[in-house]
Nanobody, 124 residues
Framework: QVQLVESGGGLVQAWGSLRLSCTTSGRTFSSYAMGWFRQAPGKEREFVAAIGWNGGSTRYSDSVKGRFTISRDNAKNTVYLQLNRLKPEETAVYYC?????????????????WGQGTQVTVSS
């Protein structure tokens, strides 16, 4: 069973930064694309960023492009999300997920395994 554990969330002021990490169990981490999603209270889970199996391709939602950066370290089975210039409306639970594909995908149904999430709260 694949397990994903996120960390790095917390409380930050607007325009602040956080770095989220997600460590995955198992030997197949490097074979699959990884993604980050978020879900605010009362809203649907939305795509934030994704990275291909070798880190060579990335994709971002328009709302975070230029402020967030996704990266991965296959030797550590870990994917990261650097969040810069955070906005209060980005307060949400952030989830990492492992795709069923090695290439970048953006839809939630393309991801089979999910972490429990880490809370990011941005104060104004």
């Amino acid at each position: 069973q694949v397990q994903l554990v996120e960390s790095g969330g917390g409380l930050v002021q607007a325009w602040g930064s956080l770095r989220l990490s997600c460590t995955t169990s198992g030997r197949t981490f490097s074979s699959y694309a990884m993604g980050w999603f978020r879900q605010a209270p009362g809203k649907e889970r939305e795509f934030v960023a994704a990275i291909g199996w070798n880190g060579g391709s990335t994709r971002y939602s328009d709302s975070v492009k230029g402020r967030f950066t996704i990266s991965r370290d296959n030797a550590k089975n870990t994917v990261y999300l650097q969040l810069n210039r955070l906005k209060p409306e980005e307060t949400a639970v952030y989830y990492c997920a492992r795709s069923t594909s090695p290439i970048v995908v953006v839809t939630t149904n393309s991801y089979r395994y999910w972490g429990q999430g880490t809370q990011v709260t941005v104060s104004s």
